[in-house]
């Protein structure tokens, strides 16, 4: 891929893309970090040329399998909410992520990490965040194909995990997995009913915000090749 190409002409251009950017601003994104990292990452490279005119809405669009790359308000609001005070505002630690998918949330999540640990149970997709992720030359990312319910427990804890698909109830072993003042965003509930939560580490207590009513895949058991 050239230069060109990564930079992405007419619908995927720059002013295309500020023209999202000014829209996450708009609906209350608030984090310029973040705003700009939406800016830079080609979100038109993680999905199939013939959707890629439509990469810089701000809507979710479908991957294959079932399966759909976030919409980019969502990414941003959770990502700010990994980085929201007390957190240090701009680095992570090491980072969990559940639901690679086509590797866009991690994309956006590397910028602000030491490392992100990301799991997929779909083998075909880690397959192809794996390929995007080495086109965009990012390193700190380790993939694994794996039922993400368990957390990655030999890397744990965890100062921020970030979970893509929706359980109904949040995973118990997650918590477990939070370092003392990490972060968990995850959404949770039933399909048409979830809601963006966020648990706070306390020694043993978890402050829970509630953050915006989303609309995720779900969080399934077991792998898939
Ligand atoms: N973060 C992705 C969104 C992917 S959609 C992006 O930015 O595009 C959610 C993903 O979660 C799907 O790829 C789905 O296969 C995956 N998933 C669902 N249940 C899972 C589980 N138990 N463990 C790991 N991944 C899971």
Not at 7 to 14: L, N, P, R, V, Y
Not at 55 to 81: N, W
Not at 151 to 158: E, L, M, N, T, V
Not at 217 to 222: F, M, N, S
């Amino acid at each position: 891929m050239n230069r060109r190409e990564r930079a992405g002409i007419g619908m995927t251009s720059a002013r295309t893309r500020d023209r999202l950017v000014e829209r996450l601003r708009q609906n209350g994104i608030a984090n310029e970090d973040v705003l700009s990292r939406i800016r830079d990452v080609p979100r038109h490279l993680f999905v199939d040329e013939a959707l890629a005119s439509r990469a810089y809405e701000d809507s979710a669009l479908p991957l294959g399998r079932g399966q759909t790359i976030s919409q980019p308000y969502v990414v941003a609001a959770m990502t700010e909410e990994l980085l929201r005070d007390p957190l240090d505002g701009r680095t992570l630690g090491k980072t969990l992520e559940i639901g690679t998918g086509c590797g866009y949330q991690t994309a956006v999540l590397a910028r602000f990490a030491r490392h992100v640990f990301s799991i997929e149970r779909i083998q075909s997709l880690l397959k192809r965040a794996q390929q995007n992720l080495r086109t965009l030359e990012i390193k700190n990312v380790s993939l694994r194909h794996a039922d993400g319910w368990r957390g990655w427990r030999s890397q744990a804890p965890f100062h921020g995990i970030l979970v893509t698909a929706a359980p109904e109830i949040v995973p118990d072993e997650l918590l477990e997995q939070l370092e003392d003042g990490g972060r968990l965003v995850i959404p949770v509930g039933p399909p048409g009913r979830q809601s963006l939560v966020s648990m706070t580490r306390r020694g043993s207590d978890f402050e829970r915000r509630d953050l915006l009513p989303v609309s995720f895949v779900p969080l399934v058991e077991g792998t898939e090749t």
